[in-house]
Nanobody, 124 residues
Framework: QVQLVESGGGLVQAGASLRLSCAAS????????MGWFRQAPGKEREFVAA????????YYADSVKGRFIISRDNAKNTVYLQMNSLKPEDTSVYYC?????????????????WGQGTQFTVSS
């Protein structure tokens, strides 16, 4: 099994950059697809980005494409989300997720494990 802990949230000005980290425990981290989701109050959990187990494939929501970059370091059991050109609408709780043996990457049902979330706020 995998345990996930997000970090790097906080408050930042619009237009700035910030990197979120997700530290994973478990012996099979490298075999998991890793994803980032976000959920604002009263809204459904929204796909942000994902990276395949081989690191050869990355996937992004249209709302963040060109601004956010997902990466992973399997040796450190860590996945990152580099966020650039931040906008107030990026404000949310961000969740890290890990999935195995799934065909997709954009749905919550594609993932088996979830972190507790980290709050990220962008001020205008």
């Amino acid at each position: 099994q995998v345990q996930l802990v997000e970090s790097g949230g906080g408050l930042v000005q619009a237009g700035a950059s910030l990197r979120l980290s997700c530290a994973a425990s478990g012996r099979t981290f490298s075999s998991y697809t890793m994803g980032w989701f976000r959920q604002a109050p009263g809204k459904e959990r929204e796909f942000v980005a994902a990276i395949s187990w081989s690191t050869s494939g990355t996937y992004y929501a249209d709302s963040v494409k060109g601004r956010f970059i997902i990466s992973r370091d399997n040796a450190k059991n860590t996945v990152y989300l580099q966020m650039n050109s931040l906008k107030p609408e990026d404000t949310s709780v961000y969740y890290c997720a890990a999935g195995q043996l799934r065909l997709g990457v954009r749905r919550t049902g594609d993932y088996d494990y979830w972190g507790q979330g980290t709050q990220f706020t962008v001020s205008s």
